[in-house]
């Protein structure tokens, strides 16, 4: 939702995973790497947030996540 409301300006972009519920599905937005680069840089050097980035430990088993990459404004 963040990326959603501060990157496009739009909730039309949101896409729910996992449910036809939206209550109960995860909201979600796909970024172009141009996009997410951007968004990243703006958000670790401007708004001093922090990342993970979790992927599949396997992929045939998606239950099972582990943290591939973190980034904070001073690490």
């Known amino acids: 939702m963040f990326v959603a409301q501060n990157v496009y300006r739009t909730l039309t972009i ?6 036809s519920d939206p ?4 909201p979600s937005a796909t970024l172009s790497p141009t996009v997410f680069s951007n968004f990243l840089r703006d958000a670790l050097l401007t708004r001093g947030m922090r990342f993970e980035i979790w992927t599949a430990a396997e992929a045939r088993n998606n239950k099972n996540w582990k943290l591939t990459k973190q980034a904070s404004p001073g690490a």
Do not use: P, T, V
């Open 14 to 19: 949101i896409k729910y995973l996992g449910h």
């Open 23 to 26: 209550k109960r599905a995860l």
